[in-house]
Every structure is written in C-alpha cells, then in structure tokens.
T-cell receptor
Framework: KQEVTQIPAALSVPEGENLVLNCSFT??????LQWFRQDPGKGLTSLLLIQSSQREQTSGRLNASLDKSSGRSTLYIAASQPGDSATYLCAVRWGQGGKLIFGQGTELSVKP | EAQVTQNPRYLITVTGKKLTVTCSQN?????MSWYRQDPGLGLRQIYYSMNVEVTDKGDVPEGYKVSRKEKRNFPLILESPSPNQTSLYFC???????????????FGEGSRLTVL
C-alpha cells in the first residue's frame, strides 16, 4: 500500500535556526513529490516540486531533496523566521495523473 | 490572475439536504481533484478528473459525486449529506504531468462544510 509519513508532527525552533522537515514514502516508483505550506484556515501554497529524475530543488531559503532509494524527501529551511510558522505538507504522486497521497504534515513554530 | 475558486467558502446545512460545492479554474488545466481535510487524518482524495468527462475515485469517494462537463469546472455534489461529511474541502488543479509539465498542483482556498 502506498503511504506517506511526516515526522515530527510538530516542531518548535528559535528564529534564525536552520531546520529540516522529513517526508517518507513507501513504493519508491514515484512520479514526483511536492511540498506545500498551509497557514491556519487557508489553502495550500506550493513551495517546491521535485520530479523523480531530480535530486533537489531550491527556491530562496528553501531546498528540497529527494532520495528515492531510501523513500525519503527532506525540506531544508535556512535561517528560519517567525513568518515561516505554518504546517508543511508533502504530497507524492505515483503515475502522471490520478492519485496523490499527502503526509499528515509537520506544524512548524518559529519563535522570535 | 491564475486561480482556483471554490464556492461557497462556508456552509452550514442539515442532514439529507443536497448541496453542491463548485470549483472553477482559469489555467486551462486538464487535471482537477477534490480533497477533504480532517484533524488527525490529513488530506484525503475524494475524486479526481484527468479531462472532460473523465473522472475516477480517490480514497474516500463514498457519499460524493462529481462531474466534469467543462474543462474549467469540477463541482462536488453531496446528494444526501450526513454529519460525518462535516469537513474542510479543497479543490485543486494542474496540467497533466509529463512532457513540458511538472504537474504542479494549485489549490483553492477551501470550503468549510458543517452538516447538522
């Protein structure tokens, strides 16, 4: 069965710290993996998408890596800020369309 | 502005009263999908569509219907809502992944539904 897991469920860090969020998935034959941010009561905002043929993607202070062989992706956030506080979700797509499975998310709190 | 629009954003209804949540996108995306988000269960896919007149079940389709008569619209229909369908619903769309397209998914703002 295809599953996506995010650990920890919640994380609290002081401002300025570099941090890593984890996403694990079963079945390494993924098509792509996408990281999202969700603010309370809001929709999901796309952060980064990694295709199965890629090892990493970068956008500003964010860097996402993909290791299919170990079934893992990490989202690295450099120099965290209070405005980064949100829930971060990863979603895995197996196949070009169709089903997309989300992890349960990591709730990040960055303290000033 | 490129966007996915859902309506209504908030709705309180009673058991058994049919309702429709609309979803519209202006990006000419082939792929559209509905999700529900519940505490402790995360986001679960209800139905998806890969093009006009093509729909398929996600992980939790029971109690829901969808239709895709036009490319831009993908309404979610609850024929006889029940309290266990109280949830936050999201619509999303993308180009089909493959070729030039990464299949990046774009989400609407969500529709909070309460069934009494």
């Amino acid at each position: 069965k295809q599953e996506v897991t995010q650990i920890p469920a919640a994380l609290s860090v002081p401002e300025g710290e570099n941090l890593v969020l984890n996403c694990s998935f079963t079945d390494s034959a993924i098509y792509n993996l996408q990281w999202f941010r969700q603010d309370p009561g809001k929709g999901l905002t796309s952060l980064l998408l990694i295709q199965s043929s890629q090892r990493e993607q970068t956008s500003g202070r964010l860097n996402a890596s993909l290791d299919k062989s170990s079934g893992r992706s990490t989202l690295y956030i450099a120099a965290s800020q209070p405005g980064d506080s949100a829930t971060y979700l990863c979603a895995v797509r197996w196949g070009q369309g169709g089903k997309l499975i989300f992890g349960q998310g990591t709730e990040l709190s960055v303290k000033p | 502005e490129a966007q996915v629009t859902q309506n209504p954003r908030y709705l309180i209804t009673v058991t058994g009263k049919k309702l429709t949540v609309t979803c519209s996108q202006n990006m000419n995306h082939e792929y559209m999908s509905w999700y529900r988000q519940d505490p402790g269960l995360g986001l679960r896919q209800i139905y998806y569509s890969m093009n006009v007149e093509v729909t398929d079940k996600g992980d939790v389709p029971e109690g829901y219907k969808v239709s895709r008569k036009e490319k831009r619209n993908f309404p979610l229909i609850l024929e006889s809502p029940s309290p266990n369908q109280t949830s936050l619903y999201f619509c999303a769309s993308s180009f089909l992944a493959g070729g030039w397209s990464t299949g990046e998914l774009f989400f609407g703002e969500g529709s909070r539904l309460t069934v009494l």
